[in-house]
Nanobody, 114 residues
């Protein structure tokens, strides 16, 4: 069955960096666009970044453009989100998603606080 397992979250001070990973299984990962989302307490889920199946095309929400970078390794069935210059408002649970199926993993918590 499809699995998306996010990892790499944690607590970091403002201005710090984290690299999130999402390990995929149960489908042909290399064929599908992948997307990172986040959801902060009391807020709607927000689309952050998308990467095409081959990795040649990416897009970002204005809120993270210039600070976050999405990438993928199709040999490892993994998509990444490099997050730099983190702000307290980046605090949320982060999720990855595939176009293959309507499925949400458990997410990984990111907390940005001094």
């Amino acid at each position: 069955q499809v699995q998306l397992v996010e990892s790499g979250g944690g607590s970091v001070q403002p201005g710090g960096s984290l690299r999130l990973s999402c390990a995929a299984s149960g489908f042909n990962f290399r064929w599908y666009t992948m997307t990172w989302y986040r959801q902060a307490p009391g807020k709607e889920r927000e689309l952050l970044a998308t990467i095409s199946s081959g990795g040649g095309s990416t897009s970002y929400a204005d809120s993270v453009k210039g600070r976050f970078t999405i990438s993928r390794d199709n040999a490892k069935n993994t998509v990444y989100l490099q997050m730099n210059s983190l702000k307290p408002e980046d605090t949320a649970v982060y999720y990855c998603r595939t176009d293959y199926i309507d499925y949400w993993g458990q997410g990984t918590q990111v907390t940005v606080s001094s």
